[in-house]
């Protein structure tokens, strides 16, 4: 899929690519073939939220990175972070008319989100993406993915002190859609821990972004967001689904994709990349290689 991480945030291609999860660190070198590779992380090390701080022991995670830190000298490498889905805020926005200077698309987009995210958007990292219209619609539809300044400068703070320099940053469904080949209405579902992603998309169109965390992430809690979802698609884009994508579902995946399928009539496959198995720490990293092997 042509969904480059590069829609949403523009930087030098790096030389190393990172995600972080509650479970742990996956890295990779951005070479040829790529090697993905992973160092679990202790339980709480990682608290993942929109509003406070992520790493609650930041020495722990500090060392797995010096750890896995290639010894260079001084020289900063510069790295792709990918983080998790709910410390930000992802949204599709429609415009009936959108500005032309940076400066006014901005503070527009700023404006849309304010009442939208817990937290100040004025002084968030914001990127966004025009997407191209589709035959003859006339609304203009933004994407748009905010987090909190605060918690993107504590990310990025032990990667520096292990010798790479962060230049893009996104999260991790947005770079698992890369791994989405196109075909009619899609509905993607990641599950990561106790929070659920569901992005729906129109061939290349992303229509709809949802990341909710539940009380605990059991069967039920997921249909009562799964179920309206496809509502939703119905009622509003006047279609149904064709698929639907499952990624970090583990081993309950295959019985819950059988009962969806028959339940709900939609296709329900796993989510796949030819470098693996798509799961909670490594959907996004796996996205964005294939972005950049593209």
């Known amino acids: 899929m042509n969904f480059t991480l590069a829609n949403l945030l523009q930087d030098t291609p790096p030389s190393h690519v990172f995600e972080l999860s509650e479970v742990g ?3 990779a070198r ?7 590779n992973f160092e679990p992380l202790a339980e709480g090390v990682l608290t993942v939220s929109p509003v406070h701080d992520n790493i609650q022991r930041l020495d722990a995670l500090q060392e797995v990175i010096q750890s896995i830190a290639p010894s260079n000298g001084h020289r900063k490498r510069r790295a792709a972070l990918i983080l ?4 930000a805020r992802v949204a599709v926005l429609d415009f009936d008319a959108f500005p032309a200077a940076h400066e006014e698309q901005l503070a527009l987009v700023r404006f849309r989100m304010k009442k939208s995210v817990p937290f100040d958007v004025d002084s968030a990292t914001v990127g966004y993406y025009a997407q ?3 035959g003859d619609d006339k609304k203009i539809e933004v994407v748009v993915a905010v987090m909190a300044l605060e918690i993107v400068s504590r990310y990025e703070a032990p990667f520096r002190a292990g010798g790479f320099q962060p230049g893009l940053i996104t999260t991790s469904a947005i770079a698992a ?3 989405v080949k196109p075909d009619k209405l899609t509905l993607l579902a990641k599950l990561s821990g106790r929070s659920l992603t569901v992005f729906v998309l129109d061939h290349n169109t992303l229509k709809l972004a949802r ?5 605990t992430g059991a069967t039920d809690e997921i249909e009562s967001i799964l179920h309206p979802t496809l509502a939703y698609i119905e009622d509003e884009l006047k279609t149904t689904a064709r698929r639907m994508l499952l990624c970090g579902f583990g081993v309950e995946g295959e019985s819950q994709a059988t009962r969806w399928q028959a339940e709900w009539g939609v296709d329900v496959e ?7 198995t798509p ?3 490594n959907a996004g990293l796996l996205g964005y290689l294939e972005s950049v092997d593209a």
Do not use: H, I, T, W
């Open 84 to 87: 998790p889905d709910y410390c």
């Open 279 to 281: 799961g909670v720490a």
């Open 25 to 27: 660190l996956s890295f």
């Open 270 to 276: 796993p989510l796949r990349s030819r470098l693996g």
């Open 211 to 215: 990341c909710v965390e539940m009380e």
């Open 132 to 134: 191209p219209r589709a």
């Open 177 to 179: 859609l890369n791994l």
């Open 30 to 36: 951005v070479a040829k073939p790529p090697q993905v």
